[in-house]
């Protein structure tokens, strides 16, 4: 069943609010945080960042290479979420002879669009969540060759995926920023859903926007009437 933070109708556990500066109500990080720890992807994630930094741990033999391999992949993050954004979440369906490809992922993000106040659409799916980690971790065992390098790209890379779910869901509950920085993710996000679907691509960080160009002002961009749909006919 589809929930909402945003509906006063959703279950009074998930809408505990506390007062803000202004009186007004908002969800507290506390009640978003049990809501989030509750669905699908988190508790599949946790215990597998924490066996990676355990084994980390075990496996010790730290070198310089561990701080590259995290600079590298701090450095990546940006573009990596832009460009599945934009490539794969945005994709749309083809047809190649007779067979129609449609991914799975397009799919399942087209249905958060379609419902953006809907908080069961806001976490990446399972079986793209499992092709996703079982993708990074081919790569790092490929480029690093080493296990212990191996764990700290592992770690390295689940904690991002980690901090992307929770970043995404945050944004489309009704917690209100309270920080600069979260403001300006939770505004430009929002303006992807609500004013043009075409920009404002990054969920945690706005580099890759900032150097393709999708991270304009709000008032240089029409309104779209397609940002629910994404121009695309699912019948």
């Known amino acids: 069943m589809s929930r909402t933070l945003l509906d006063p109708a959703a279950r009074p556990a998930d809408n505990q609010r506390v007062h803000d500066a202004d009186g007004k109500r908002v969800l507290?990080?506390?009640?978003?945080?049990?809501?989030?720890?509750?669905?699908?992807?988190?508790?599949?994630?946790?215990?597998?960042?924490?066996?990676?930094?355990?084994a980390r741990i075990v496996v010790a033999r730290w070198s310089p290479a561990d701080v590259v391999v995290v600079g590298v992949l701090l450095a990546l993050q940006p573009f990596t979420e832009w460009l599945i954004h934009v490539f794969v979440l945005h994709f749309r369906p083809r047809t190649l002879g007779r067979v129609r490809i449609d991914l799975h992922a397009a799919r399942k993000h087209r249905a958060h669009h379609l419902a953006p106040n809907d908080i069961d659409t806001a976490f990446v799916p399972l079986l793209d969540l499992v092709g996703l980690v079982g993708i990074s971790f081919a790569t790092l065992a490929i480029a690093t060759r080493s296990l212990p390098l191996f764990l700290t790209g592992a770690v390295t890379s689940l904690t991002l995926l980690t901090l992307y779910e929770w970043t995404h869901f945050l944004v489309h509950t009704a917690y209100r920023p309270r920080r600069a920085y979260y403001r300006s993710l939770w505004r430009a996000h929002r303006l992807h859903h609500f004013k043009n679907e075409h920009y404002w691509f990054g969920v945690t960080v706005h580099?890759?926007?900032?150097?393709?160009?999708?991270?304009?002002?709000?008032?240089?961009?029409?309104?779209?009437?397609?940002?629910?749909?994404l121009a695309i006919d699912v019948t």
């Not at 945080?33 to 990676?52: E, G």
């Not at 150097?211 to 629910?228: I, L, Y």
């Open 28 to 54: 507290s990080l506390r009640a978003a945080a049990r809501v989030f720890f509750r669905a699908p992807t988190p508790p599949l994630l946790a215990p597998i960042l924490a066996a990676a930094a355990t």
């Open 207 to 229: 580099l890759a926007d900032r150097v393709f160009g999708t991270f304009p002002e709000k008032s240089a961009v029409e309104t779209s009437a397609t940002a629910r749909t």
